[in-house]
């Protein structure tokens, strides 16, 4: 095997022989899903969660289940045996496949299935132990941001607002409630408890919402998924991101301004420090 393995509709092969046809309809309209599985250590972190996450985006898409759940792990296993990093990224993206261009779905839809696995960029020490800095936008992507749907333009936007202002992410705001950020969802500590925005259609219901529930739970911090307002974000003691490569990662300024308040203000926090610890203890136990 080779380090840039592919799968593509039921055969392995290398990713640059790799093809679709034009007509796909994930390339003419976006119509598809994908997810993102995180892999240490050679495993696969959360995965059933992560498969439950891609069920219910194909449900709400009206796309059916190309595979089973042992299928989809021999070939996430096989793919991340086939690259020589230990930690790792399998993307995995389900198109409604090949159709004349018509924006009716067709009757009788045979999915194009594409996974590849590649290196997990870590966040660096340095970001770890200053914090990432972040600016903010009106959220102005579609409103079924609970589909984890190829057509990502929306986000692509979004996040070059900060790329191009040396940011690490941009926070979005939609009629002046906390939705989540380009590629990431968004958390603030608020004396001592850990919140987050509501499951909603504005929202991707990320892995790490449920995870760090139970992270929560385990370090004895309150932990509630409320209404938070910009005035909330710009206020709050701590900020955080979380994603599957982010992992946890602190957000000590935004549009400019320092986080968090007297000592610790800029700094990352004790929320942060308590979370990320036992995210670290998580992905020894809940990986296959």
Known sequence: MTDNLCFLNGEFMPLAEARIPVL???????????????????????????????????????????ATREQWLERCRQLVAARPEEDQVVYIQVTRGVAPRDHVMPAHPVPTVFMMSNPLKHATAEQRHAGVACVTARDFRWERGDIKSTSLLGNVLARQISADQGAMETIMFRDGWLTEAAASNVWIAHEGALLGPPKSEHVLEGIRVELLRELCEDCGLAYNLRPISEADVRAADEVMLSSATKELLPVTKIDGESVGHGALRGKPGPVYARLFEAYQRAKKTMSI
């Open 24 to 66: 796909d309809r994930g390339f003419i309209f976006g119509d598809g899903i994908y997810e993102v599985v995180p892999v240490f250590g050679r495993r696969l972190f959360r995965f059933d969660e992560h498969l439950a996450r891609l069920n219910r985006s194909l449900a709400k898409l009206r796309l059916p289940q190309p």
